[in-house]
């Protein structure tokens, strides 16, 4: 049982020490990620913080981040372990004076010295406190994702010449996924599972002004106010928080102290990267930011 | 405390989520770390244990505020421990009844809930919510209606949408809000957010008294509702359609790459005898190491045909989306919208991302009324057999979308026999039941004598499957 974290609002203490503003749903599922033990997958669109929560986590705990960016063709080799191939040759050819036996030989290259440890055996043998962070998990195939589940649910891995190592500690241990596929079941049920969607508006407005100290209350809260309007519309891509905070500090370089549509019409790049997007929300909140399509989010029923 | 868990874990799988076995127990150690005070870490908790997908958090979400409404913050403390009669006291429509607040006027109470909504007082507002509902929803206890019923009684009372014009004149005149388009869009914005507000603790109210009334599993029970994949296109509420929207484009876009990935690992193509020869050379011309091509992905052309009538249009609206937005997995789609008379839609769709927004123009701007805009298959099949029968090759998969529910005209499946010659397949996807089928006006069979497969594509989840079997070829 994992005691990094005394409680929730502990959880949510220490997070906001590093500045990440956790939400009672984040923090409740880190909070159990210690206790439990597990492994957390945190889902969610693009750049709402899940990496961020990671880091934020290790640095709040005083662990070492270590990251395992998942693309597609990841394999044991680039994940797990390695031979050093060149260093084990170089000790043979040094050998070839000294007729020692091949046995002897075989126990000494197949040793620790010449592992290449890879992100998941490195967490699995650290000494020091560490958090483990998988990054976009969706990316591998799905016989890369059963090579996790080792990891995942007992912390230990078989090499062949070594034997089984066994974790020293249990770290906290992040997944990240983007959803471009659905992962398995088997790697699903191993984890808990958090999905973190855009903040309400007064999580963003503290985001915006911890992220961006010299802001002042007034425009953060206007900033947060119009990325919710601009997530409204039907886009492509929706602003993410970081878009966000970009746009604050825009401003803030801008020098402008309010939003006005034409302020918007200026730096609306910042905040949406696609065309038609861009051409949508200057439609809806530049030029005619009175009427709207009816049916959006309507209060009645 | 654990029998309130398993009750949950047991409706959760009643409404349809899988929960396993270790799932299970995860959230019962769980919350053994936790506060149970604490409602929404519960929540938390339980999410995150039971709950693997994010489209069956709704389902969730419900299932959890029925079982521990119990243990929300209740409007007024008393009233939560002395059930039935502060529960139901302040009777139908009739101001002057018993109970919390029953002697105030409608006018007193929207006066007063101005106020809470403009400082946003979260108890406040809760206590009225809970005033409101003894005053305007007239609950009788063991009656079998819904909750749904209960709640539009009350809001109709509260009248929202003169609320909202109330706010935003008074804050108008406060000169709280700038006076440009703008400031006002946003103000309204936020208004209709604390609105729904209003509305989410009206509603809580009202199932909890439900909950006090009924007990906990026989309201989960009433309450429950398919999850986004099963809902039936056909009968879909306003909700269920926007959720429907929602899930469309993950759905595909998982699907796609699910397809993609499988194509990629499919065998090896045939042998590439230039590469062999090539490759022979280092070995003294002993072909030892065969080359072969890379697969060549054969993707099929797809050729919609839907009837866009009135009892069918959403059911056609979601395949002609589902199928676009699978574009990338076939050579090229092709659409055709019909009611009586047929128009080719493809042209909305090429060229454009926003696919709703092309679905839209398909509804209006089509051209599918050839004499009284109710349905003949016939004739727009026959009519499609003369403009487009050449362009139908072995590539093409015809696939047709509708009920076949005719009006008594005539069918002219020649059409379809006709296509089947020519085409790799035709389909037929029916939205209805398939005990209706062949029912009253419905002539189905008659066309399939002529398809490769018909198919029952009632929700989401069938759609699904049709699609990734087409894509396979």
Redesign the interface.
């Known amino acids: 049982m994992g005691d990094r974290f005394e409680s929730v609002v502990d959880v949510v203490t220490r997070l906001r020490g590093v500045d990440y503003l956790a939400d009672p749903n984040i923090a409740g599922v880190v909070y159990l990620a210690d206790k439990l033990e597990k492994p957390v997958l945190v889902e969610g669109p693009a750049g709402v913080g899940k990496t961020e929560l990671a880091k934020a986590i290790a640095q709040s705990t005083g662990a070492r981040l270590i990251r395992l960016q998942c693309y597609e063709g990841l394999d044991e080799a680039k994940a797990l372990y390695e031979w050093n191939y060149k260093k084990q040759l170089l000790r043979i050819q040094a050998d070839r004076e000294h007729e020692t036996s091949w046995e002897v030989v075989e126990s000494d290259i197949f040793s620790e010295q010449f592992l290449l440890t890879r992100p998941l055996l490195e967490a699995i043998r650290a000494e020091e406190p560490v958090v483990l962070l998988i990054d976009e998990v969706d990316r591998v195939e799905i016989e890369t994702e059963a090579l996790l589940l080792e990891v995942l649910s007992d912390f230990q891995v078989s090499i062949p010449e070594l034997g089984t190592i066994v974790g020293r500690q249990r770290p906290i241990v992040v997944l990240t996924s983007n959803n471009t596929r659905e992962l398995s079941e088997a790697l699903k049920r191993r984890c808990l599972f958090l999905h973190i969607d855009y903040p309400e508006i007064e999580r963003e407005t503290e985001i915006v002004r911890v992220r961006v100290p010299e802001i002042d209350a007034n425009l953060a809260e206007q900033v947060a106010r119009v990325v919710r309007s601009v997530r409204e519309l039907d886009l492509k891509k929706a602003p993410s928080i970081s878009e966000t905070i970009d746009w604050a500090r825009t401003l803030i370089y801008l020098g402008r102290s309010e939003i006005t549509p034409e302020v918007i019409g200026e730096t609306l790049h910042v905040l949406l990267k696609y065309q038609s997007d861009i051409a949508k929300a200057r439609k809806e909140l530049v030029d005619s930011p009175g009427e709207r399509k009816p049916g959006i989010a309507s209060a009645k029923r | 405390m654990l029998d309130v868990l398993q009750g949950f874990v047991h409706e959760l799988r009643g409404a349809g989520l899988?929960v396993?076995m270790?799932?299970n127990l995860?959230a019962m150690?769980?919350v053994e770390?936790?506060?149970m005070g604490?409602r929404?870490?519960v929540?938390?908790?339980l999410?995150?244990?039971l709950?693997?997908?994010?489209r069956h958090?709704a389902a969730f979400d419900t299932v959890f505020d029925v079982y521990f409404s119990l243990f929300s913050p209740a409007a007024d403390d008393r009233a939560a421990l002395d059930l039935p009669d502060e529960l139901f006291g302040g009777m139908s429509g009739d101001m002057s009844g018993g109970g919390a607040g029953g002697d105030l006027s409608r006018e007193e109470l929207a006066e007063m809930l101005l106020r809470a909504l403009q400082s946003m007082d979260v108890d406040e507002l809760r206590r009225l919510a809970g005033m409101a509902v003894s005053q305007f929803a007239g609950m009788e206890p063991g009656r079998p209606v819904g909750g749904t019923y209960y709640l539009y009684r009350t809001l109709r009372q509260l009248d929202?949408?003169d609320l909202?014009a109330r706010m935003m004149g008074q804050a108008q005149e406060r000169g709280q809000i700038p006076d440009?388009?703008?400031g006002?869009?946003?103000a309204r914005?936020?208004?209709?957010?604390r609105?729904?507000e209003l509305?989410k603790l009206v509603e809580e109210e009202i199932r909890r008294r439900l909950v006090a009334d009924r007990g906990v599993e026989a309201m989960a029970r009433t309450l429950r509702k398919p999850l986004p994949e099963d809902v039936d296109f056909m009968h879909a509420s306003?909700d269920e359609m926007i959720q429907l929207q929602r899930a469309i484009q993950?759905l595909t876009?998982?699907l796609a790459?699910?397809l993609a990935?499988r194509r990629r690992r499919r065998h090896r193509g045939h042998l590439d005898f230039r590469r062999t020869v090539r490759a022979s050379m280092a070995y003294g011309g002993v072909p030892a190491e065969p080359k072969f091509r890379r697969p060549h992905p054969s993707k099929p052309e797809i050729m919609v045909v839907a009837d866009i009538s009135g009892s069918v249009a959403s059911f056609a609206r979601f395949t002609l989306q589902f199928v676009h937005a699978m574009a990338s997995q076939f050579s090229r789609v092709r659409s055709w919208v019909f009611i009586d008379g047929i128009d080719e839609v493809t042209r909305f769709f090429e060229g454009t991302?926003?696919i709703?927004e092309a679905v839209h123009k398909v509804n209006t701007e089509a051209d599918v009324v050839w004499v009284d805009g109710h349905s003949d298959y016939g004739h727009a099949f026959s009519v499609f057999h003369d403009r487009h029968e050449r362009e139908v090759t072995q590539k093409s998969s015809v696939i047709f979308l509708g009920d076949a529910r005719n009006n008594y005209h005539a069918s002219q499946n020649w059409v379809l026999q006709s296509l089947q010659k020519r085409a790799r397949h035709v389909y037929w996807l029916n939205p209805e039941p398939r005990g209706y089928w062949d029912t009253g006006d419905s002539i189905i069979s008659e066309y399939a004598k002529y398809c490769d497969g018909v198919f029952e594509c009632r929700n989401l989840r069938q759609l699904e499957r049709f699609v990734t079997t087409i894509a396979e070829g």
């Not at chain 2, 709950?51 to 994010?54: E, G, H, T």
């Not at chain 2, 914005?189 to 957010?193: M, R, S, V, W």
């Open positions: 899988p396993s270790t799932e995860d150690r769980g770390h936790i506060d604490d929404e870490i929540r938390a908790v999410g995150a244990t709950v693997k997908q994010q958090r929202l949408d909202s440009d388009p703008l006002e869009r946003l914005e936020e208004f209709e957010g609105l729904r509305r306003r993950p876009r998982l790459a699910r990935q991302d926003d709703s």
